[in-house]
């Protein structure tokens, strides 16, 4: 089964909320499925995104769910979801590379960024998401603040990360597990182009 028949059948198994479908179906008419996760880091390949998605879902299940307290919804709303904004972000470009063995410059392919919506990260991500169905305030907030310390705003000083950090403890286990599955369980997954 390939990564997007993958994702299909996690978000259709374990989203029901109303929206949902639209949401998928929409998802299906963008570059989400065929997209890369990043220009040169994780997921720099055909097909990264929905890589990074599924991977990143698995390991918040594998590692952080607990079926007292943690909602299995959410646990994928979040996981699948949380990179949305990177769908129709990429764009394919050329440029001239020497090939070492034969000396020559040859055109070889790369992931360039071309961010239509310039909306900030998680919370295009939110923003996509809500255009179809409703986030609850714990989801919205795991896939706001998903990049930790890496974002923009957290970079800034903003307190706002810590607190919802505290408040939203989905928010620690996503950024967690998107952690992992960057720099750990996809290690080798870039520059296939």
């Known amino acids: 089964m390939g990564y997007k028949e993958q994702f299909i059948e996690i978000f259709t198994d374990n989203i029901k ?18 997209a890369p996760a990043s220009t040169k880091f994780h997921g720099a390949c055909e097909e990264g995104l929905v890589m990074h998605s599924i991977n990143v879902y698995n390991t918040m299940m594998e590692r952080h769910f607990d079926p007292d307290t943690d909602n299995r919804e ?14 129709q972000f990429y764009k394919i470009s ?33 923003f996509l998401i809500e255009r179809f169905m409703r986030l609850k305030p714990a989801e919205a907030m795991a896939i706001r603040w998903h990049m930790g310390g890496f974002d923009e705003a957290a970079k800034g000083g903003s307190f706002a990360i810590s607190l919802a950090y505290e ?27």
């Not at 109303?18 to 949401?23: A, Y």
């Not at 959410?74 to 769908?87: P, R, T």
């Not at 063995?101 to 919370?123: M, R, S």
């Not at 286990?173 to 296939?192: F, I, N, P, Q, V």
């Open 17 to 34: 909320r109303d929206g949902g479908q639209n949401l998928l179906e929409w998802m299906q008419k963008t570059d989400f499925f065929t």
């Open 74 to 87: 959410s646990f994928a709303i979040c996981g699948l979801l949380h990179d949305l904004c990177k769908a």
């Open 94 to 126: 050329t440029r001239n590379v020497k090939n070492d063995e034969t000396g020559q410059w040859e055109k070889k392919p790369f992931y360039t960024v071309d961010d239509a919506f310039p909306y900030g990260h998680g919370e295009k991500s939110v």
């Open 167 to 193: 408040k939203y403890p989905i928010a620690v286990k996503l950024h967690l597990a998107d952690l992992e599955s960057t720099y750990l369980r996809e290690k080798g997954t870039s520059s296939a182009r």
